[in-house]
């Protein structure tokens, strides 16, 4: 939930005097009057905070209704980073120790501790992708529909059209965004481990092989892309051979060994889980490559290759986690 921290002051505050305090510490106005917000973009904010200020409001004050000349709010946002509460409790200090006032804290006189947890950067890029991908998959899983097989291949094996089966083809066109969803998350996830770890960034620049062509350059140059959008670039996220050689050379994880050998059951059976996303993934290319739908994808088959999404997700959380203290899941950890 919010969590509010204000200060009232008795006297009235110019507007001018706020702000220069305000945008000083990095807030920016809005399109709504007096507000503003902080965001730390360099991967120490998840929500941000807000500030607003206002002349005469009536606020109820210990058991009766009082006028406050000038009253300065702040507010995070559920999810907030110990960055963002930071902030808010920083930015009424500041304005207290200059101007004066009572604070209040949630409708209680005083500051309150900021006990979250200190999320490293990368805990906190990564987790956006975390976040994005779990987010990806909650809105496909809706849309996985009910398909009659026999009837679809009874209709294959009589040359009869499939132009009515819409469940038919809803499925088999929602599969090639289950690849996406996957390749998106392998890549951003790189993406921002290598763009918050020294380290990661540093084998990318002791390289002695890399000629880059003129064009390339060119984009450096201009700012169009800088050498990690290069770099990423040289790797397929929907192959999983390609993804391990990026995963092992800059974050240090076995995919095959670590994440995708394990298993989920299917069918009665129990299959790895890169067995799974690998059919997943050969299906999706002889769709788009070959226009070839696929008469296997019912319902079933379409929730295992979501549970094994889900599954692949889950393991790198833990693996993180126990493994190398990398806390990626925002929703729990704040």
């Given at each position: 939930?919010?969590?509010?921290?204000?200060?009232?002051?008795?006297?009235?505050?110019?507007?001018?005097?706020?702000?220069?305090?305000?945008?000083?510490?990095?807030?920016?106005?809005?399109?709504?009057?007096n507000?503003?917000?902080?965001?730390?973009?360099?991967?120490?904010?998840?929500?941000?905070?807000?500030?607003?200020?206002?002349?005469?409001?009536?606020y109820?004050?210990?058991?009766?209704?009082?006028?406050?000349k000038?009253?300065?709010?702040?507010?995070?946002?559920?999810?907030?980073?110990?960055?963002?509460?930071?902030?808010?409790?920083?930015?009424?200090?500041?304005?207290?120790?200059?101007?004066g006032?009572?604070?209040?804290?949630?409708?209680?006189?005083?500051?309150?501790e900021?006990?979250l947890?200190?999320?490293?950067?990368?805990?906190?890029?990564?987790?956006?992708?975390?976040?994005?991908?779990?987010?990806?998959?909650a809105?496909?899983?809706?849309?996985?529909?009910?398909?009659?097989?026999?009837?679809?291949?009874n209709?294959?094996?009589?040359?009869?059209?499939?132009i009515?089966?819409?469940?038919?083809?809803?499925?088999n066109?929602?599969?090639?965004?289950?690849?996406?969803?996957?390749?998106?998350?392998?890549?951003?996830?790189?993406?921002?481990?290598?763009?918050?770890?020294?380290e990661a960034?540093?084998?990318?620049y002791?390289?002695?092989?890399?000629?880059?062509?003129?064009?390339?350059v060119?984009?450096?140059?201009?700012?169009?892309?800088?050498?990690?959008?290069?770099e990423?670039?040289?790797?397929?996220?929907?192959?999983?051979?390609?993804?391990?050689?990026?995963?092992?050379k800059?974050?240090?994880i076995?995919?095959?060994?670590?994440?995708?050998?394990?298993?989920?059951?299917?069918?009665g059976?129990?299959?790895?889980?890169?067995?799974?996303?690998t059919?997943?993934?050969d299906?999706?290319?002889?769709l788009?490559?070959?226009?070839?739908?696929?008469?296997?994808?019912?319902?079933?088959?379409m929730?295992?290759?979501?549970?094994?999404?889900?599954?692949?997700?889950?393991?790198?959380?833990?693996?993180?986690?126990?493994?190398?203290?990398?806390?990626?899941?925002?929703?729990?950890?704040?």
């Open positions: 939930m919010g969590v509010d921290l204000d200060l009232n002051i008795n006297k009235h505050i110019e507007k001018h005097d706020i702000e220069e305090i305000i945008l000083s510490l990095g807030y920016k106005k809005t399109e709504f009057d507000t503003y917000f902080w965001f730390d973009y360099d991967y120490r904010s998840t929500r941000g905070c807000w500030f607003s200020f206002g002349y005469n409001r009536e109820f004050i210990e058991g009766q209704d009082r006028q406050v000038t009253s300065m709010e702040t507010s995070t946002k559920a999810g907030r980073s110990y960055y963002d509460l930071q902030m808010q409790i920083d930015t009424i200090k500041l304005l207290e120790e200059r101007f006032g009572t604070v209040y804290g949630d409708g209680e006189e005083g500051y309150f900021n006990d947890p200190k999320l490293s950067r990368t805990d906190i890029a990564c987790g956006f992708a975390y976040i994005n991908f779990k987010r990806n998959l809105m496909v899983e809706g849309l996985i529909e009910d398909v009659d097989l026999e009837r679809i291949k209709y294959e094996e009589n040359g009869l059209p499939l009515f089966e819409k469940n038919y083809l809803r499925n066109t929602l599969l090639p965004f289950f690849v996406s969803v996957m390749e998106n998350f392998l890549k951003t996830f790189t993406y921002r481990y290598i763009e918050t770890n020294e960034q540093n084998i990318i002791k390289k002695k092989d890399r000629q880059l062509p003129y064009n390339v060119k984009k450096l140059i201009n700012g169009e892309k800088n050498i990690i959008d290069i990423i670039e040289e790797y397929s996220f929907q192959n999983f051979k390609s993804a391990n050689r990026a995963f092992i800059y974050i240090g076995d995919l095959f060994k670590d994440i995708l050998s394990h298993k989920i059951p299917v069918e059976q129990e299959k790895t889980l890169v067995t799974v996303l059919e997943m993934i299906y999706r290319h002889k788009i490559h070959e226009a070839l739908l696929n008469n296997t994808l019912g319902k079933n088959k929730k295992c290759y979501h549970s094994s999404l889900e599954l692949l997700g889950n393991v790198l959380v833990s693996y993180l986690l126990e493994k190398r203290d990398i806390r990626i899941d925002l929703e729990e950890e704040l």
